[in-house]
T-cell receptor, first 114, second 115 residues
């Protein structure tokens, strides 16, 4: 069964801390790994994404680290702010005919304390 | 801005009474998806359209149907909603063709309540 395992389920950090969310996958057919940020009452919004031929990608305060051999990837949020408090989903994507099959992790609820 | 728009944001229906949720997009994407998201869970794919080709997930109940009359619009029909169908329903779009680089753009969802 195709799965993406995400941990931790919840995370509380102080403002300025560096929360790290980890994900692992099994299916080597996955070729694209996006992270989504979801606020209550909103749809998931694409935050940052990486392809498996890249080991690290930074966009602003958000960094993805990717370890292809271990089939693991993680999200780091530098200088975290209370406005970053949200649920974060990692995902893995592969082609499914002409569409993209997106498999989500179970989500991490992040709270950044002021 | 180009967007995925879902209407209504909140929908209340009675047990067993058919309900239709709608989604429109200005992105001109050829793929549209419907997801179900229950509280504190990840979104679960119900089905998707590639243009007019309908693709149903194996575990999507027959109670859920969809229509896509044109590129911009897609509808989710729940024929006989049960209490277990109360959830957030998310519409998403993507553009087929570029391997590995097509994120799905999500709407803000319709929260469905069943009385």
């Amino acid at each position: 069964q195709q799965q993406v395992k995400q941990s931790p389920q919840s995370l509380i950090v102080q403002k300025g801390g560096i929360p790290i969310i980890n994900c692992a996958y099994e299916n080597t057919a996955f070729d694209y790994f996006p992270w989504y940020q979801q606020f209550p009452g909103k749809g998931p919004a694409l935050l940052i994404a990486i392809r498996p031929d890249v080991s690290e990608k930074k966009e602003g305060r958000f960094t993805i680290s990717f370890n292809k051999s271990a089939k693991q990837f993680s999200l780091h949020i530098m200088d975290s702010q209370p406005g970053d408090s949200a649920t974060y989903f990692c995902a893995a994507s592969q082609s499914s005919g002409s569409a993209r099959q997106l498999t989500f992790g179970s989500g991490t609820q992040l709270t950044v304390l002021p | 801005d180009a967007m995925v728009i879902q209407n209504p944001r909140y929908q209340v229906t009675q047990f067993g009474k058919p309900v239709t949720l709608s989604c429109s997009q200005t992105l001109n994407h050829n793929v549209m998806y419907w997801y179900q998201q229950k509280s504190s869970q990840a979104p679960k794919l119900l089905f998707h359209y590639y243009d007019k080709d309908f693709n149903n997930e194996a575990d999507t109940p027959d109670n859920f149907q969809s229509r896509r009359p044109n590129t911009s619009f897609c509808f989710l029909d729940i024929r006989s909603p049960g209490l277990g169908d109360a959830a957030m329903y998310l519409c998403a779009t993507s553009r087929a063709g570029e391997v590995g680089n097509q994120p799905q753009h999500f709407g803000d969802g319709t929260r469905l309540s069943i009385l």
